[in-house]
């Protein structure tokens, strides 16, 4: 099947800095990007949809400004976290997909970064 | 909103034992279904799927039905292996919305020798 990555897997960091997750599509072109969030014993949230070249769709509740998603080609998409606090530490997962939106297509998931804020 | 539960783990088994991880839903009209898998280390994986009601999905010897009369979508395996150990997730894609997964909570399964 399709390989995803992500990286880094694991990052700490300080109150008040940004940390940059890069999700890598390594042998397909997605033309689509999905970020989740995970809590401990909780299900996979969608944070948001991007596709290759526009500007990405948040879903309710996600602040845009907070959570910067760029998906500049059709095989890399990064998620920003700007000035990070203790809430935001969770695991974030990233999938990508080809194809059109309107038709199924398998999303194939990254191995996810846990992000650690101090 | 749509949405998925599913019991929670962990659930232990001895090999060869028979398994079933109960998953329902709450969805408009005719979602589709899924089975991921997540083994330690990597990322969520396509396990199986069921586009319509009565649809059974099957693979690596797991199956599942799409039950419309009881919004259901349990997991089945006869004889586990330790290999299976993982944590498996139930999802739907909400009637035409073919982009978005809405997730269960997962459930671990540890499977031992």
């Known amino acids: 099947g399709a390989v995803v990555s992500q990286h880094p897997s694991w990052v700490i960091c300080k109150s008040g800095t940004s940390v940059k997750i890069e999700c890598r599509s390594l042998d397909f072109q997605a033309t689509t990007m999905f970020w989740y969030r995970q809590f401990p014993k909780q299900s996979l949230m969608l944070m948001a949809t991007s596709n290759e070249g526009s500007k990405a769709t948040y879903e309710q509740g996600v602040e845009k400004d907070k959570f910067l998603i760029n998906h500049a080609s059709l095989t890399l998409s990064t998620l920003t976290v700007t000035s990070a606090h203790p809430e935001d530490s969770s695991f974030y997962i990233c999938?990508?997909?080809?194809?059109?939106?309107?038709?199924?297509?398998?999303?194939?998931f990254g191995p996810g970064t846990r992000l650690t804020v101090l | 909103g749509d949405s998925v539960t599913q019991m929670e783990g962990p659930v232990t088994l001895s090999e060869e034992a028979f398994l079933t991880i109960n998953c329902t839903y709450t969805?408009?009209?005719?979602?589709?279904l899924f089975w991921y898998v997540q083994y330690p280390g990597e990322g969520l994986q396509l396990l199986l799927k069921?586009?319509?009601?009565?649809d059974k999905g099957s693979n690596k010897g797991f199956e599942a039905t799409y039950r419309k009369e009881t919004t259901s979508f349990h997991l089945e395996k006869g004889s586990v292996q330790v290999s299976d150990s993982a944590v498996y997730f139930c999802?739907?894609?909400?009637?035409?919305?073919?982009?978005?997964?809405?997730f269960g909570t997962g459930t671990r399964l540890l499977v031992s020798p």
């Open positions: 069921a586009t319509k009601a009565d």
């Open positions: 999802a739907l894609t909400p009637l035409g919305g073919f982009q978005k997964l809405v």
């Open positions: 969805a408009t009209g005719y979602p589709s």
């Open positions: 999938s990508a997909r080809s194809g059109l939106a309107d038709s199924y297509n398998e999303q194939f």
